[in-house]
């Protein structure tokens, strides 16, 4: 069977100089690692922009939970050692990466936590700088700071359709039951359409294990609330969905979820 030229692309496959310049938007220092390391780690020109990477006002005295079991103590500084250990992640990787001064919302109260809309401007300037040619954005699954970033990642793909937009599955979450399921649907409704994607990448299981690790204070929450160390020996595959308008004559299947 003949193959059709490339310039035409079949279901799923994408231009590869779609992958030119990638950025992932990671809410968390840990996030992209985790769900998108091995595409990190397969392309040369690639930046983390982590949105949730300031420090908040003040620290809660006793250490919330999370922090506490990953070895802080009041009067630490969290956010600090968290970027250096970023920094550590970025290196194995070999990609760039962006600090936006947003506050994780485990720091504040739910009226002083950043929304979308305060959100999507800062996230507008960052792309507009690094100018990607592929933005790959978590689903937003289950966590409220995932739910806020990839909302405000759709405020900014509203306005900047230069670049292809792709979707990442947010490592560990993504297990919950019915949560991917939730979103693929509420994308399929409301537009654009979430479809798997061919995301040529090389699987590099020993390399996204040592970027991973070097979150050190994040391990044992992550062992304890998503069994990190059964998804790393799991293999867990990185699955990429783009985010398009649908066919042409094809919206009325949304309709019909």
Not at 54 to 59: E, I, N, S
Not at 126 to 154: I, Q, R, S, Y
Request: charged letters at 20%.
């Amino acid at each position: 069977m003949r193959r059709m030229p490339f310039a035409i692309p079949t279901w799923g496959e994408i231009d590869p100089a779609a992958f030119t310049r990638i950025v992932v938007l990671s809410p968390h220092f840990d996030d992209a690692a985790m769900g998108a390391g091995h595409l990190l780690a397969s392309y040369p020109d690639t930046t983390v922009v982590t949105v949730l990477a300031g420090p908040p006002p003040a620290y809660p005295d006793p250490p919330s939970d999370w922090d506490a079991l990953g070895g802080f103590k009041a009067g630490d500084d969290v956010v600090a050692a968290r970027r250096l250990e970023d920094v550590a992640a970025m290196e194995v990787l070999e990609s760039d990466y962006r600090w936006l001064e947003f506050a994780d919302h485990q720091y504040l109260a739910p009226p002083d936590r950043p929304t979308p809309a305060q959100v999507a401007p800062v996230l507008a300037a960052t792309l507009t700088e690094l100018n990607p040619t592929a933005v790959f954005v978590p689903m937003g699954l289950a966590n409220p700071d995932h739910v806020m970033v990839h909302e405000a990642a759709l405020l900014v793909r509203a306005e900047q359709m230069g670049p292809e937009w792709f979707c990442y599955e947010d490592h560990g979450y993504k297990h919950l039951p019915g949560m991917l399921a939730w979103r693929v649907a509420k994308l399929l409704r409301s537009q654009p359409w979430p479809t798997p994607a061919i995301v040529p990448h090389v699987p590099d299981e020993e390399r996204k294990r040592k970027a991973i690790f070097c979150y050190t204070s994040q391990i044992p929450p992550l062992e304890r609330d998503h069994a990190l160390t059964s998804r790393l020996e799991g293999r867990v595959p990185e699955q990429f969905w783009q985010l398009a308008a649908p066919p042409e004559g094809w919206e009325g299947l949304a309709d019909l979820v």
